[in-house]
């Protein structure tokens, strides 16, 4: 990105990432491309981790197997490509070196890609060919034979608009409902439901079907994680005045803390997270938001849109 300078990112010196901005085309459907890269004794063995989020494709392109896990389920090793539904707490990640690379999809994006009910996969990843045979393999083989670098937003920008040039029905739900979400004024689903203008029944069955999960969840959620990353990103991280104004007092986000984290905040803010900090200060300064979650940017800036 012109103008930023990677030293910003606070990158270990055996780690490498790039972000990219997909085509303009694509702007509201995919929040973001990656690349994460890592060599050297110091990164074999790695853990990291990853934070509640919307769905992702991901390409495991490393020779060594990469894990994830949760508390009651353990992904290992992961798929060379594979569909990542949306998650509900934060995962483990373990790496032993190597190339791994995303696409970070919107609700919206889901629905013109897929069609799919995303409730059915929360928490669970599948293989990339069961939801798109076609072109996958080819894709892969693609992405093998780039330089894994500068290349890649050529490939996927040219695969994602071949595939997501149809908007889906109920896309303008989809995005209002998704930008609301960021608007911290909408505190409760009674908020929500007057805001997208949608029975709660009928936004319950919105936001589970395209979003993954009830809206209560949705909601509590992204006020968790605005939370999290302010204090992630913080000088005092321990400052619990930058937490959401949502919050009725802290002992209220401590539980949403053992909810998301399965740990106190504490902890996890003093747990070793150099990758994670870095990808937090990296999507913040190049996309303008710091994760997928509390993004994209554009909606940020349209939450009072009429819908």
């Known amino acids: 990105m012109p103008g930023i300078d990677p030293a910003k990112f606070g990158l270990l010196p055996h780690g490498a990432m790039r972000w990219e901005q997909p085509h303009e085309s694509l702007e509201g459907l995919i929040g973001d491309y990656f690349i994460f890269d890592s060599e050297g004794p110091e990164s074999v063995g790695s853990v990291e981790w990853m934070l509640p989020n919307w769905p992702v494709i991901r390409f495991a392109l490393a020779e060594n197997p990469m894990t994830i ?86 490939i996927f920008d040219c695969f994602f608009l071949a595939r997501m040039n149809r908007p889906h029905p109920a896309e303008p739900r989809i995005m209002a409902l998704n930008r609301l979400l960021l608007d911290d004024a909408i505190q409760t689903v009674g908020d929500l439901a007057s805001a997208v203008d949608l029975p709660v029944h009928s936004l319950a069955r919105l936001a589970n079907s395209r979003f993954g999960f009830p809206p209560k969840t949705l909601l509590t959620r992204t006020r968790f994680l605005r939370s999290l990353v302010a204090l992630k990103l913080a000088d005092s991280p321990h400052d619990y005045r930058l937490i959401d104004e949502g919050y009725s007092d802290t002992s209220h986000f401590l539980r ?52």
């Open 256 to 307: 949403d803390s053992e909810r998301f984290l399965g740990m106190t905040a504490r902890r996890f803010l003093k747990l070793e997270t150099p990758f994670l900090d870095a990808v937090l200060r990296a999507r913040l300064l190049v996309l303008g938001t710091a994760t997928p979650a509390l993004g994209p940017a554009i909606y940020k800036k349209a939450v009072t849109e009429d819908l």
């Open 69 to 154: 896990e949760a508390p009651d389920w353990r992904w290992s090793p992961l798929l060379e490509a594979g569909f990542y539904g949306p998650t509900s707490r934060v995962l483990k990640h373990t790496s032993s070196s190597g190339v791994s690379m995303g696409v970070s999809l919107t609700p919206a994006g889901v629905a013109r890609l897929f069609d799919i009910d995303v409730a059915d996969y929360r928490d669970r990843m599948v293989p990339l060919q069961s939801l798109l045979p076609d072109g996958c393999k080819e894709l892969v083989a693609e992405l093998r034979a780039s330089d894994q670098g500068p290349a890649v937003k050529f």
